[in-house]
């Protein structure tokens, strides 16, 4: 056949047709696919498999059109040479290819109609960012460097309450001076387009207060104000320049808002000086410049006594106590039952405050009360929308119920709104190696590193990581990296707790010892996963390394001390799953098999995976270790492989895991064992 016959055949079998029209409805389901897709939610790689097929279905569409026809009497092979059929509906391609063409149109056009808006409303977003620099202390007495400190810190609490503004943390924003010298390579590490400096100056209850807004890319003064006021009208002023901010960055400022900008927490101007005073020395424990939140806590009480209607001092009261509880500092239920008071206090006093709602939230969970916790939340992020602490809490929330997507969402959103927080940047570290994305895990222990290269927390957790992959020589090279200045017992607990994992894992049981015995001696504290430092747990650490190492008699020692100091809290800790999971241990090492099994089933059913996943585990962990290490395979395999079936067991059950721990000595052989740890058959 010659090309002019081939394209004449072509034409009489209606391959251009079907090649036309397939081209205009394969461009109409792209369009469908790549707008409508997304806004249903529908995932990227159902689109991408949409436009694979359409792909791979036009040569096709070509060679069935080359080979069939469609008649009135149906589809038939086309007969080489036969004379087309006039058929009566023979042009309703046309109308096919011209409505598809239509829609297909004006889906391309919303899309970039859409797509300009949204770059349009990204970059009034962005216009909208600001960091508040620590404010300079003009005054001269140095000690008043609190009241500049708390100035700054207000007018950024009333500006993240506003829900069009994106307000950095003063977490990331303290580690700046009140006059950086390179704006824009400031403001480009903290993700702003703007900058708020300013500067106090206190004598007495004189108060002189500066300011200027700065367009950070151009170093434009956008807006700059002088104050002179006394301390008993300085709410006066930190509402002035959070309502001028707001209004110049051209925020939309709702009523409610407008509310919290006015807000005035007492009207007491010394309760209001020692509140200032009381919240210095809390950022400065959670800088590790002070040691105790005990002056803190006596500065609150004095503020409230000043004024008993200072809501915001009882809130914050309250925070402090809770902070001293899940700190370490003060454990016990007195503590937490006096936080919860001073907490419902606040609300009392105050239904809106959102940090009120906050500390209650944090209450509700310890009592896993997850429903009401969540409702909490939710109020806190309509009247606090830019506070990244209560962010990076209703994330915590989704993933104690297994949303692990939505909350990693959720703690990164939180660094964006305070990017250098490396105790943020650690957590989110640890939580990726928990879900075994140990290349994510590893970028954000570097971050952390980068911003505070003295957090031995940080690489405390890294080296954890890297034994969770069976990486010990690595994990004890890392640990040579411990910071060199005079540490506390914490950190000393936490550098002797993992350098005696490596060498027991290693099955280097006399140096494992070693390590565990230099582990300094703090207080029966029952261990926790927050804080699973204290005598109680070093014993039991002791006592099992002995048992492994074949010294009975040792071992027994130690598990004896270790119940010496656990029982005396029974009573105190009828409910607490923390003290279940460390009797069960206790009464493994001695061999006592009822009485482990009981107690670790106790702590199982007090925090179920199902409410609470990351503790739940650890509970069921320690229920799976009683039954493996008295030989029952039949009961310890189902639960172990529960586990692994979860997404989130890094630091708890890893193959490398089972291959090093000893735990898992007495079911090694088990098939199924073996399959999990990845040994040979």
């Known amino acids: 056949m010659n090309a002019p016959g081939f394209f004449a055949e072509l034409k009489r079998r209606h391959v251009y047709k079907v090649a036309v029209a397939y081209a205009v409805v394969s461009w109409l389901l792209i369009q469908i696919a790549t707008q409508v897709f997304p806004f249903l939610e529908i995932p990227n790689w159902i689109t991408r498999l949409v436009i694979v097929l359409l792909a791979l279905g036009f040569p096709i569409a070509l060679i069935i059109a080359w080979a069939f026809e469609l008649t009135p009497a149906g589809i038939k092979r086309t007969e080489p040479g036969e004379e087309e059929v006039n058929q009566p509906g023979n042009r309703a391609w046309v109308y096919v290819i011209l409505v598809a063409g239509a829609l297909s149109a004006g889906l391309f056009f919303l899309g970039r109609y859409t797509a300009s808006n ?3 409303a990204s970059t009034n977003s962005e216009n909208k960012s600001i960091a508040v620099m620590p404010f300079e202390n003009l005054s001269r007495d140095p000690d008043n460097a609190y009241f500049a400190d708390g100035i700054q810190d207000e007018i950024l609490t009333r500006l993240s309450k506003v829900a069009d503004l994106k307000v950095i943390s003063r977490t990331s924003t303290q580690k700046y001076k009140s006059e950086p010298g390179n704006l824009r390579e400031i403001a480009q590490q903290l993700g702003v387009a703007n900058i708020l400096e300013g500067s106090v100056q206190k004598a007495d209850n004189a108060v002189h207060v500066t300011v200027q807004l700065i367009r950070a ?3 434009e003064h956008l807006w700059a104000e002088s104050y002179d006021r006394d301390l008993q009208n300085i709410f006066g002023v930190e509402r ?10 051209k925020a939309k400022l709702l009523p409610e808002e407008a509310k919290e900008l ?22 400065q424990v959670w800088n590790a410049e002070a040691d105790s939140l005990k002056p803190a806590l ?6 409230i006594a000043l004024d008993p209607n200072f809501a915001l001092a009882y809130a914050e009261l309250g925070q402090a106590e809770l902070r001293m509880y899940y700190g370490g500092e003060d454990r016990s239920p ?4 006096g936080a919860e008071a001073d907490i419902d206090k606040s609300i009392s006093l105050d239904p809106n405050l959102a940090v009120g709602h906050l500390g209650r ?8 009360d997850d429903a009401k916790a969540m409702t909490e939340l939710q109020l806190v992020q309509r009247r606090w929308p830019n506070d990244p602490q209560g962010v990076l809490s209703m994330a915590a929330m989704k993933g104690r119920r297994g949303d692990w997507q939505a909350e990693l969402a959720g703690r990164l959103r939180a660094l964006e709104l305070d990017p250098q927080n490396s105790t943020w940047w650690r957590w989110l570290a640890g939580r990726y190696g928990e879900l075994r994305r140990y290349d994510d895990a590893e970028q954000s222990y570097r971050k952390v590193l980068a911003l505070a290269p003295g957090d031995w927390i940080a690489r405390g957790n890294r080296a954890l990581t890297l034994i969770d992959q069976g990486r010990l020589d690595e994990a004890r090279e890392a640990m040579k990296g411990w910071p060199t200045a005079k540490l506390g ?6 550098e002797f707790g993992i350098l005696g994992d490596i060498e027991l894992y290693s099955r280097n049981y006399d140096a494992a010892l070693e390590a565990a015995r230099k582990i300094p001696a703090v207080g029966n504290h029952i261990p926790t996963r927050v804080f699973p430092f204290g005598d109680i747990n070093k014993n039991i650490d002791i006592g099992f390394i002995l048992l492994f190492k074949g010294d009975v008699v040792g071992a027994r020692a130690a598990f004896m001390s270790a119940r010496a100091g656990l029982e005396p809290q029974r009573t105190a800790h009828a409910g607490d799953a923390d003290f279940y999971d460390a009797a069960a241990r206790i009464a493994t090492g001695l061999g006592e098999r009822d009485a482990a099994i009981e107690a670790a089933s106790k702590a199982v059913a007090l925090v179920p995976i199902e409410k609470d996943v990351h503790a739940g585990q650890n509970y069921l962990l320690t229920l799976t270790g009683v039954y493996a290490h008295f030989g029952d395979a039949d009961k310890a395999m189902p639960l172990l492989e529960k586990l692994f079936a979860m997404p989130t067991t890094g630091h708890i059950a890893t193959p490398a895991l089972l291959r090093l721990e000893p735990i898992w000595d007495p079911i090694r052989n088990d098939p199924r064992f073996r399959k999990l740890s990845g040994e040979a058959p």
């Open 298 to 303: 006596e500065l609150y009480q004095k503020a």
């Open 240 to 249: 002035e320049i959070a309502e001028t901010v707001a209004g110049q960055l």
């Open 118 to 120: 949204k770059q349009s």
């Open 217 to 219: 890319a151009t170093d």
């Open 489 to 494: 017992n914490n950190a000393l607990s936490l």
């Open 262 to 283: 006015a807000r005035v927490p007492t009207t007491n101007p010394e309760a209001y000086d020692l509140y200032l005073r009381a919240k210095y020395i809390v950022q």
């Open 361 to 368: 939230q944090a209450i509700l969970q310890e009592k896993q």
């Open 334 to 337: 007195e503590r937490l039952a």
